[in-house]
């Protein structure tokens, strides 16, 4: 809610000073802005308003998908929970996907809903959704080589066999159909 506002803030900000002549020189031009100049004022406020309405509402919708994500993305909440998963992947040669996000990511928010469809698409790969952000994962996030998000690593029976790094959706279902689709 609050990234909300400052970014309506900014975006009225931005139009005002794009509309806006500044008083810079107070002697030489009229105080008062001129009543083409004052309608132009208006026409910037009312699109600023608009536009950071438009993307008050675009936050609000995709806000939760980094958050919480579909029930058949399993949300891994410490870095022991984390090792403990990696570990039982790795043992049984198990499919899954480890998928590093953060809330305040928009490439994550966008790619989020596909990630959830796919788990549903794959129901025998078990997706894991890692929130980067958490204390407690750092020291993971630092061996992992985990440096931007989204980062998805693809585990086929047990063993790394991809990596994507941003939000590539044509690549992310590429690697998905390659790795782990049943014939």
């Not at 009543?35 to 950071?52: E, G, K, M, N, R």
């Not at 309405?53 to 399993?74: E, I, K, N, R």
């Not at 928010?109 to 959704?129: A, D, M, N, Q, W």
């Not at 992992?144 to 044509?170: R, Y």
Request: positive net charge; charged residues 15%; aromatic residues 8%.
């Amino acid at each position: 809610m609050a990234r909300s506002s400052i970014l309506r803030s900014l975006v009225l900000s931005r139009a005002m000073l794009s509309r806006v002549r500044p008083f810079s020189n107070h002697l030489t031009s009229h105080p008062f802005p001129s009543p083409q100049s004052h309608s132009s004022v208006f026409a910037s406020l009312a699109a600023a308003t608009i536009a950071s309405s438009q993307l008050s509402l675009f936050h609000h919708s995709h806000s939760l998908s980094s958050a919480s994500g579909p029930s058949d993305v399993v949300l891994v909440n410490s870095e022991k929970e984390f090792n403990d998963i990696l570990t039982k992947v790795q043992d049984n040669s198990l499919h899954a996907i480890f998928y590093f996000t953060a809330v305040w990511c928009g490439p994550c928010r966008f790619i989020s809903p596909v990630v959830g469809e796919l788990s549903k698409k794959y129901p025998h790969v078990t997706t894991y959704k890692i929130d980067i952000d958490q204390e407690e994962m750092q020291g993971t996030l630092g061996k992992l080589q985990i440096t931007s998000v989204p980062t998805l690593h693809f585990f086929q029976n047990g063993k790394k066999a991809d990596e994507l790094i941003g939000a590539d959706v044509a690549q992310l279902n590429h690697i998905t159909e390659k790795l782990f689709k049943k014939d």
